[in-house]
DNA sequence: GGCGGAACTCATCATCTGTTGACTTCTCTG
DNA sequence: CAGAGAAGTCAACAGATGATGAGTTCCGCC
C-alpha cells in the first residue's frame, strides 16, 4: 500500500486532507455482530485454539483491541458466539409432532437440514471449539442428551433401563455424520445428497429409538 | 514428583556425587521411542496446536531442543507419530474372513476393540490432528476408504453405483462411534460396555453393508 | 588410549499470542 | 452548544512458542 502523499491543500477547512483512522467510526454498522460473525466464521475453520483475535478482527475488517473492548477475553467471545441462533425446543416438538413411525427419518432431516443451514456456521464452531475445550464439550453434551435426545426418547417412551444405551446410539450416528460432513468434509460423505442420506440415516435412528435391540448379552 | 534426595554415597565408583545434567546419558534407554510416545499422547489429548514441543518433552522427561534434534520440526514428529502401529490390511483380512452375514458385527468388534488397544493412543493422536490439520485429515481420510472400507465393501460385492452411500455411511456410523467416545469423550456413549455396543452398532453396519437401500428418491 | 560422532543440555532468538491503557473521534442528551 | 460516554484506534506489554547453535558428556570403534 503506497502511503498517500496527495496535499490537497485546506480542500476543506475543519477535515485534515488524509482521513483520520481512528476514533469512532462514522455511520451505524452493528460492529459487534460483524465480529460474532467473523468469530464464528474462524472458530469454525480453525477451532478455539487455533483462532486469533487478531485473525477474527482482521476478518471483521476491525482493530484487535475492539474485540476485547466488546467481549473481553477470547473466551467470552467463545461463549457469545456459541449462543445458537436456532430453538432447539421448538425444531424439537417440529419433529416430535409427526407419526412416531417416521420419527427416524424426521429427526435426520432435522439434524442434516439445520446443519446445512445458515445457523450450521455457528453450529460448526461450536462443535469445533467443543473438541479442544471440555467446558464447551459438557455443554454442548449436556445441552445435546437433555434438550434433544432426552426429549426424543421420552416423547416415544423408552423403557428407563435402555434409555442410556439407545441415547449412546443415537448419539453415535448423528454426531458421526455431522462430524464427517461438517468438521472433518470426509469424502465420499461430504458431498452426498442430502436426500440421500436422510432415508438411510433416518432408518438407522429409527432402529436405535424404537427398533429391538439386538440381544443384548447373548452371543 | 518430589525430588531425589537420597543420598546413595558411592553406589557406583564411577559416578560423581551430582548427578551431572548436561551431556549424554549413561545407560540405553530408548529416548526416541521415549519421545514419540509422549508426543502421541499429547498430540492425542490436545490436537496438533494445542501440544506444544515443551509439553511433550516434559512429558518425556527431556529437553524440548533434544525433541528437535531427533524431528526437526514440530510437523515431522506429527508425521512420525502418525505411524500407526497396526497393520490394517492384516486386521481387514481377519475381519473379511468370516460369513458375509456376520460382517458386520466383526466390524464393529474390530474397530471398537482396535480403538480400546494401545494403539488407541496414536489412533486417538492421528484423528485429533486431523481435525486441524487438512493434510493429515486427507491421509487419514483416503487411507479409510482405500485400505478399510473400500476393501470391506469389495469383499460383498458391492455394486458400483452403491459404493459411494454406502462407503459414506459406513464411514459415518464408526467416526461417530469413535469420535463420541474416544475424542469428545460423550456420556453416556463413552462409558457404554464394548459388548453393549458391538450387536447394535453391528447391525447398523451389515445394514450399510450388505442390507436394502431405503427407496433412494422416492418419498 | 584416544578420537569421532551420537546423545544431550543450555541459553537465546524471533515471532506470535492475548491483553491493556492511553488516546481520539463521533453521537447523543440536556 | 457543551459535555459525557460510546466507538474506535494505536502502541506496547508480558508470556509462551518453535526453532537454532554452541557446548558438554558419553559410547563404540580402531
Known amino acids: 500500500m503506497p502511503p498517500d502523499h496527495s496535499a490537497q491543500p485546506d480542500a476543506a477547512h475543519r477535515l485534515p486532507s488524509v482521513p483520520r483512522r481512528t476514533g469512532r467510526r462514522p455511520g451505524n454498522p452493528d460492529t459487534r455482530e460483524t465480529i460474532l460473525q467473523a468469530a464464528r466464521a474462524t472458530f469454525a475453520a480453525s477451532g ?39 430453538n432447539p425446543r421448538e425444531v424439537v416438538d417440529t419433529v416430535t409432532a409427526g407419526p412416531v413411525q417416521t420419527l427416524g427419518t424426521r429427526l435426520a432431516g432435522m439434524v442434516l437440514g439445520v446443519w446445512a443451514s445458515p445457523a450450521g456456521t455457528a453450529l460448526a464452531a461450536a462443535m469445533r471449539s467443543a473438541i479442544d475445550d471440555p467446558a464447551i464439550a459438557r455443554t454442548i453434551r449436556e445441552f445435546l442428551l437433555s434438550q434433544v435426545i432426552g426429549r426424543v426418547l421420552r416423547h416415544v417412551g423408552c423403557p428407563p433401563q435402555e434409555l442410556d444405551l439407545r441415547a449412546a446410539l443415537l448419539a453415535s450416528q448423528m454426531l458421526g455424520v455431522i462430524m464427517g460432513r461438517h468438521i472433518l468434509k470426509l469424502e465420499p460423505l461430504a458431498s452426498q445428497p442430502i436426500e440421500a442420506l436422510v432415508p438411510q440415516v433416518g432408518a438407522t435412528l429409527q432402529r436405535y429409538l424404537t427398533g429391538p435391540l439386538v440381544t443384548p448379552g447373548a452371543e
Open 48 to 86: 478455539f485454539t487455533g483462532a486469533t483475535i487478531r485473525g477474527i478482527a482482521a476478518r471483521a475488517g476491525v482493530d484487535p483491541a475492539l474485540v476485547h473492548h466488546y467481549f473481553g477475553t477470547k473466551e467470552n467471545l467463545l461463549l457469545a458466539t456459541v449462543q445458537v441462533p436456532v
